[in-house]
């Protein structure tokens, strides 16, 4: 009953927000609910702990707006065909999760910059970034302990500062800087020229490598050194596996729109990632394997379904407000 009642709560207060203007519900650990009218004035404005719910809609911050606490911020998600009546949610920018935002968390947006973690040296640690289509994740440095990248799309290349993030059922462009880190179930896209730069002493499990080039060449490193994985997936014309166990290589004919279903080619949240039937049994490999991955794309909050607010109150001052809501994934 209780666990109903904050939901049902907090699927009014996202009614609300998006009601007037796109007004932005922050609520604090204490569960007093504040509204804000911009992005930043709602950052600035949060205590520590505190829950920015952002309603669809564009989102606009500047990069003079550094995130000093713990937040966690929250959109309806970022595909275009989700049945969300108010669109999804932008946000216009870059983020920076700065020295005390520890713990911090964005979820279900679109982002047209990068999330950055520990700009000046800072330790900022336990970042997660779920669900959202991003440019990418830059973490500044070392000390910046267990970064959380799931079930994302990350459009460019990532690089993590020699960290340890666990990386887990996204579709990723190229990715470097991984030092003692996890990456599982991911799908890498890659390019002629870039591929997977310094991944090192990492776990490297169930992955699909689109393109991939060894050797210490101009073209950078397809997999580091110190590493341990299986059962990764590596195209026919990749001229270096690594020392990996049970790794899968395509046959010359493989192409990957007969390995997935209606692939469409490239970081798209629009392709279909499942495999095909005559590549069933590699179905815990890639993005579907493990955990799994959330096709709508949805924070894992009710969002709105359909809504109904009255222009005005009623005879006794109530103003009546009709909400239907469905659970994210």
Same mark, same amino acid.
């Given at each position: 009953?209780?666990?109903?009642?904050?939901l049902?709560?907090?699927?009014?207060?996202?009614?609300?927000?998006?009601?007037y203007? %796109?007004?932005?519900a922050?609520?604090?650990? *204490?569960?007093?609910?504040?509204?804000?009218?911009?992005? %930043?004035?709602?950052?600035?404005?949060?205590?520590?702990?505190?829950?920015?719910?952002?309603?669809?809609?564009?989102?606009?911050?500047a990069?003079s707006?550094?995130?000093?606490?713990?937040?966690?911020?929250?959109?309806?998600?970022?595909?275009? /065909?989700?049945?969300?009546?108010?669109? $999804?949610?932008?946000?216009?920018?870059?983020?920076? $999760?700065?020295?005390?935002?520890?713990? !911090?968390?964005?979820?279900?947006?679109?982002?047209?910059?990068?999330?950055?973690?520990?700009?000046?040296?800072?330790?900022?640690n336990?970042? #997660?970034?779920?669900?959202?289509?991003?440019?990418?994740? %830059?973490?500044?440095?070392?000390?910046?302990?267990?970064?959380?990248?799931?079930?994302s799309?990350? &459009?460019?290349?990532?690089? $993590?500062?020699?960290?340890?993030?666990?990386?887990?059922?996204?579709?990723?462009?190229?990715?470097?800087?991984?030092?003692?880190?996890?990456?599982?179930?991911?799908?890498?896209?890659?390019?002629?020229?870039?591929?997977?730069?310094?991944?090192?002493?990492?776990?490297?499990?169930?992955n699909?490598?689109? &393109?991939? &080039?060894?050797?210490?060449?101009?073209?950078?490193?397809?997999?580091?050194?110190?590493?341990? *994985?299986?059962?990764?997936?590596f195209?026919?014309?990749?001229?270096?596996?690594?020392?990996?166990?049970?790794?899968?290589?395509?046959?010359?004919?493989?192409?990957?729109?007969v390995?997935?279903?209606n692939?469409?080619?490239?970081? /798209?949240? #629009? !392709?279909?990632?499942?495999?095909?039937?005559? $590549? %069933?049994?590699?179905?815990?490999?890639?993005?579907?394997?493990?955990?799994?991955?959330?096709?709508?794309?949805?924070?894992?909050?009710?969002?709105i379904?359909?809504?109904r607010?009255?222009?005005?109150?009623?005879?006794?001052?109530?103003?009546?407000?009709?909400? &239907?809501?469905?659970?994210?994934?």
């Amino acid at each position: 009953m209780k666990k109903s009642f904050i939901l049902a709560a907090i699927a009014v207060i996202m009614a609300v927000a998006s009601a007037y203007a %796109q007004q932005i519900a922050v609520v604090s650990e *204490g569960g007093e609910t504040s509204v804000y009218q911009t992005f %930043q004035a709602a950052i600035e404005g949060a205590d520590p702990g505190s829950v920015i719910y952002l309603p669809g809609g564009g989102f606009p911050i500047a990069d003079s707006v550094k995130i000093t606490k713990k937040l966690t911020i929250i959109g309806i998600g970022h595909k275009s /065909n989700n049945d969300n009546v108010d669109g $999804f949610t932008t946000i216009s920018g870059n983020l920076w $999760f700065n020295e005390g935002s520890s713990g !911090s968390a964005i979820l279900g947006c679109y982002i047209t910059g990068d999330v950055n973690i520990g700009e000046g040296g800072a330790s900022v640690n336990n970042v #997660m970034v779920k669900c959202c289509n991003l440019n990418s994740v %830059q973490v500044k440095n070392s000390t910046c302990m267990s970064t959380f990248v799931n079930q994302s799309f990350i &459009r460019s290349t990532s690089e $993590f500062g020699g960290s340890n993030p666990t990386i887990s059922n996204n579709v990723l462009y190229t990715i470097g800087g991984v030092n003692g880190g996890k990456l599982y179930n991911n799908i890498v896209m890659g390019n002629y020229y870039l591929h997977v730069i310094a991944v090192s002493n990492s776990v490297i499990n169930y992955n699909v490598f689109f &393109r991939c &080039r060894g050797g210490a060449t101009n073209n950078g490193f397809c997999l580091g050194g110190g590493n341990q *994985g299986t059962d990764n997936i590596f195209p026919y014309s990749s001229n270096e596996y690594a020392s990996f166990d049970n790794k899968i290589i395509l046959g010359p004919d493989d192409s990957w729109n007969v390995v997935f279903v209606n692939y469409v080619g490239g970081i /798209n949240p #629009m !392709s279909d990632f499942h495999f095909s039937e005559a $590549f %069933q049994q590699y179905s815990y490999i890639g993005i579907y394997g493990g955990t799994g991955f959330n096709d709508h794309q949805t924070a894992p909050v009710p969002y709105i379904v359909a809504k109904r607010i009255d222009q005005e109150t009623d005879a006794a001052g109530q103003l009546k407000i009709q909400v &239907r809501v469905k659970a994210g994934e």
